[in-house]
């Protein structure tokens, strides 16, 4: 192609509008060549804004378009996305497609690139954010010397899927899994409050490691995307200390196990004893101690992410590979994802909620009042 980039077009402008700048960015694999949409102002202002034409059909896509990002709702979100892809591999154009997908609709996706001969690859984005790919990087590093011992982690049920993501990609899949069942409190014990229990929680195995899972399980209809009280929090404990991903975003934490040495018996004051890891800190951040602001997470981070992802299906045109060698690992996690949510139960509706009064850092650290909770 004398050194162009292959062309793609992005479908959907609501989650599409971090594919679409990612594909701006200097650093993508792939040159933009057009909107898929049904034609909304949005996505006009999109199409304007990234001087390349408005489709509103799928056979509207110029041949010569090598892939095709596919960020519309399937059917999970009551959408065709699934539809969507597996008509644009029929035209020969390969397709990233963004989760979740029923895995009767991704083993269709999956038999439609392999009919079709084109490469198909199903996106869970977060593995693809710089903090996460962190995490996943220091964890295969700490299970190189060490196994996990027990997993704790929590989200919102709305990235369960992406959740399960990043485990598997630290452990190196998730088999073999099994679960208890949720934790419920009696009767009195609820009487004691009158908030409502954000989490609830689920002990089981994942990858063969013990694992507490808690999960917020309720949602605005009205408004889906909001009201979550953090997307990931992971922690992986060994021997030796425990690896913390505190936010989705950062920081990634490393915190040696506390452990008190024989020799210090003897000493006359504590401190004194000749262990190593007594010079170890108690806890350190690999990498930024902060997390950015979601300015930074919107305009870049994730940007970036959709690049790495646009760049891991490059690679599988490039290799010729098969769709279904991680295809069968993503058709694991949803059935994984069903397992999970089908021991949670429905998903409790809340109408109407208010927006959170969102709080800096700073907040906490100037004078205050004395906490509404104090005795």
């Not at 090598?66 to 959408?79: F, S």
């Not at 989490?199 to 013990?210: C, H």
């Amino acid at each position: 192609m004398s050194g162009e980039r292959p062309r793609m077009v992005v479908a959907g402008t609501k989650f599409g509008r971090i594919y679409l700048a990612g594909a701006a960015r200097a650093d993508s694999p792939y040159e933009l060549a057009g909107i898929l949409a049904r034609g909304s102002e949005r996505s006009a202002r999109l199409a304007r804004h990234y001087a390349v034409p408005l489709f509103t059909e799928p056979e509207e896509i110029p041949k010569d378009v090598e892939a095709c990002c596919v960020v519309v709702g399937a059917a999970i979100n009551g959408g065709p996305g699934a539809r969507l892809a597996q008509q644009l591999m029929a035209r020969g154009h390969h397709v990233l497609q963004e989760h979740p997908l029923h895995a009767r609709e991704l083993a269709d996706c999956l038999r439609a690139a392999r009919e079709h001969r084109v490469a198909y690859r199903l996106n869970s984005h977060y593995v693809h954010v710089e903090p996460v790919r962190r995490f996943i990087t220091a964890a295969r590093r700490l299970l190189a010397r060490q196994r996990v011992l027990h997993i704790d982690a929590a989200c919102a049920f709305q990235v369960l899927y992406t959740l399960l993501d990043i485990l598997g990609r630290a452990l190196g899949g998730v088999r073999p899994w099994g679960f208890g069942t949720t934790s419920d409190l009696p009767p009195e014990v609820r009487d004691l409050t009158d908030s409502p229990f954000v989490y609830r929680g689920l002990d089981g195995v994942i990858a063969g490691v013990p694992c507490t899972l808690r999960l917020q399980n309720d949602m605005d209809p009205g408004d889906p995307d909001n009201h979550t009280h953090l997307f990931h929090r992971i922690t992986l404990h060994t021997e030796g200390g425990h690896l913390t991903l505190l936010n989705t975003h950062g920081p990634v934490m490393w915190s040696p196990r506390p452990h008190m040495p024989g020799d210090m018996r003897e000493t006359v004051r504590m401190e004194e004893s000749r262990a190593a890891h007594f010079g170890h800190p108690s806890a350190e951040p690999l990498g930024p101690a902060t997390a950015p602001d979601y300015r930074h997470i919107l305009g870049a981070l994730w940007p970036e992410g959709a690049v790495g992802a646009l760049r891991a299906l490059r690679e599988d045109i490039d290799d010729g590979t098969d769709p279904g060698r991680d295809g069968q690992y993503h058709l694991s996690l949803c059935r994984l994802t069903r397992d999970i949510t089908d021991r949670f139960g429905p998903v409790r509706l809340h109408r109407d909620v208010p927006a959170p009064h969102v709080l800096p850092a700073t907040a906490l650290t100037e004078d205050a009042p004395e906490p509404r909770n104090s005795p």
